[in-house]
C-alpha cells in the first residue's frame, strides 16, 4: 500500500485563479506557477491585483462556488482511493478549496492559509517553504513508498522526491524543461503509470 | 486547519480480531492491546493460534466483510472531514481493513501490512516501530497542530504526541494508568473536545 500525491488544480480540478480572472475580467489573475514560477512574487502580485479592484473573499468563494472538478476527476479519486492512500497536495488555500473537496469526497489536503482581515485578503501563510517536497519525505520517514502526481513547476519537489514521480497534462514548456520525468495526459494513462 | 488523527478499532470500526473470535468460536483471539499491551507478543500469539486452527485470510475477510462501522461513526467521519484533515492511524492491516474504510468512505488510513503464503497469515510487517507517535511526528514536521483520539494502550504514542490526545471509549484499567489524559464517551463529547 503506497501513499498517492496529487497536485490539486490542473490535476483535478480547474485552476482557481484563472476562474477567477475569467468571472471578473481580470486578466492579471490569468497567471500561475506555470508563468510565474516562484510562488511568492506571484502571489504578492495577486494580492496586489485583489487590492486594486477591492476584490474581497467572499467574492471569490462565490466564483469556486460555481466550479466543478475536472471531468473524470470524481472517478479517478474513487479508482485511486481503492489502490492508495490518497493525500492531496497543493499550494492552494483552504480558505478556497473546501468547498471543492467535498465536491472530491474529501480527500487529505495539505495547503496553506490566507489572511483575511474584514473579508479582505491581506497577506499568506505558507505552512513551510517548499512544502510539497517535505510533505513527501515526512511520508518517508513513516516508511512509504510515494507515487506522485503534477503538471507544474511548483510539483518539481515533490515529483522528484517522490519514488515516482509523473506530469500529467502539463504544458510544453513544463515538459521541456524537465525532459527526464514521465509525462502522461489525461487519466487513463495516469492509471496505467500509477499501476 | 488542522490533522485529526484518529484510532481505528473501538474508535470508528469494531475490534476486527474479536468478531473473528466470536465468529470462529475462538476465545483466545478475543485479546486485544487493551489485555498484551506488548503488541508483537500479541500478534506472536494470534499468529500461532491462526496456524493451530488453520484459520486463512479469506476466512477472516469473509468475517470482517459482515462488519459494519460502529452506529455514529459514519456521520462522525463526515463531521471531522469537514473541519479537519482526518488521518486514520491503526495498527491494523490493509489486508484486513480496507473493505470497511470503503464504509466509511475511504479516509486515509496509515497501517500495516500482513504477510500471507498461499492464504496463510505467516507473518506481519509493521511499517515502523511506535508508527502512530512517528505519525504524528511527521505531521509536526509539516508545520500541522494535530489532535487526535484512541482508546488504548497502542495509542498512547500518538496521544503524548499531538498536541491534543482524547481517550475515546476507553476502558476502565486504561483510564486508570493514564489519568492526565482527556478522556470522553460517545462522538457528542469527542465533537465538544475537539471544537
Same mark, same amino acid.
Not at 98 to 122: D, F, Q, S, T, W
Given at each position: 500500500?503506497?501513499?498517492?500525491?496529487?497536485?490539486? =488544480?490542473?490535476? !483535478?480540478? *480547474? =485552476?482557481?485563479?484563472?476562474?477567477?480572472?475569467?468571472?471578473?475580467?481580470?486578466?492579471?489573475? +490569468?497567471?500561475?506557477?506555470?508563468?510565474? /514560477?516562484?510562488?511568492? =512574487?506571484?502571489?504578492? &502580485?495577486?494580492?496586489?491585483?485583489?487590492?486594486?479592484?477591492? @476584490?474581497?473573499?467572499?467574492?471569490?468563494?462565490?466564483?469556486?462556488?460555481?466550479?466543478? *472538478?475536472? *471531468?473524470?476527476?470524481?472517478?479517478?479519486?474513487?479508482?485511486?482511493? =481503492?489502490?492508495? %492512500? @490518497?493525500?492531496?497536495?497543493?499550494?492552494? #488555500?483552504?480558505? #478556497?478549496?473546501? /468547498?471543492? &473537496?467535498?465536491?472530491?469526497?474529501?480527500?487529505?489536503?495539505?495547503?496553506?492559509? @490566507?489572511?483575511?482581515?474584514?473579508?479582505?485578503?491581506?497577506?499568506?501563510?505558507?505552512?513551510?517553504?517548499?512544502?510539497?517536497?517535505?510533505?513527501?519525505?515526512?511520508?518517508?520517514? &513513516? $516508511?512509504?513508498?510515494?507515487?506522485?502526481?503534477?503538471?507544474?513547476? $511548483?510539483?518539481?519537489? &515533490?515529483?522528484?522526491?517522490?519514488? !515516482?514521480?509523473?506530469?500529467? +497534462?502539463?504544458?510544453?514548456?513544463? !515538459?521541456?524543461?524537465? /525532459?527526464?520525468?514521465?509525462?502522461?495526459?489525461?487519466?487513463?494513462? !495516469? %492509471?496505467?503509470?500509477?499501476?
Amino acid at each position: 500500500m503506497d501513499i498517492l500525491c496529487l497536485d490539486l =488544480e490542473g490535476v !483535478l480540478v *480547474p =485552476e482557481i485563479w484563472q476562474a477567477v480572472a475569467r468571472d471578473t475580467g481580470i486578466d492579471a489573475l +490569468n497567471k500561475t506557477t506555470r508563468d510565474i /514560477p516562484v510562488y511568492d =512574487e506571484l502571489m504578492r &502580485m495577486r494580492l496586489a491585483v485583489l487590492a486594486r479592484h477591492d @476584490l474581497r473573499l467572499p467574492t471569490i468563494q462565490g466564483v469556486i462556488a460555481g466550479l466543478e *472538478p475536472l *471531468p473524470g476527476a470524481v472517478d479517478f479519486v474513487a479508482w485511486a482511493r =481503492e489502490r492508495f %492512500q @490518497l493525500v492531496v497536495l497543493s499550494d492552494t #488555500f483552504y480558505d #478556497f478549496a473546501m /468547498p471543492l &473537496m467535498a465536491k472530491l469526497g474529501y480527500p487529505v489536503l495539505l495547503c496553506h492559509r @490566507l489572511v483575511v482581515e474584514g473579508g479582505r485578503i491581506v497577506d499568506y501563510r505558507l505552512r513551510q517553504a517548499d512544502p510539497k517536497r517535505h510533505a513527501v519525505r515526512a511520508f518517508h520517514a &513513516m $516508511n512509504y513508498r510515494v507515487l506522485a502526481a503534477g503538471d507544474s513547476f $511548483n510539483d518539481l519537489g &515533490m515529483l522528484e522526491e517522490a519514488d !515516482l514521480g509523473i506530469f500529467f +497534462n502539463a504544458p510544453a514548456g513544463v !515538459l521541456a524543461a524537465h /525532459p527526464d520525468i514521465t509525462s502522461v495526459t489525461g487519466y487513463a494513462e !495516469l %492509471q496505467t503509470a500509477l499501476t
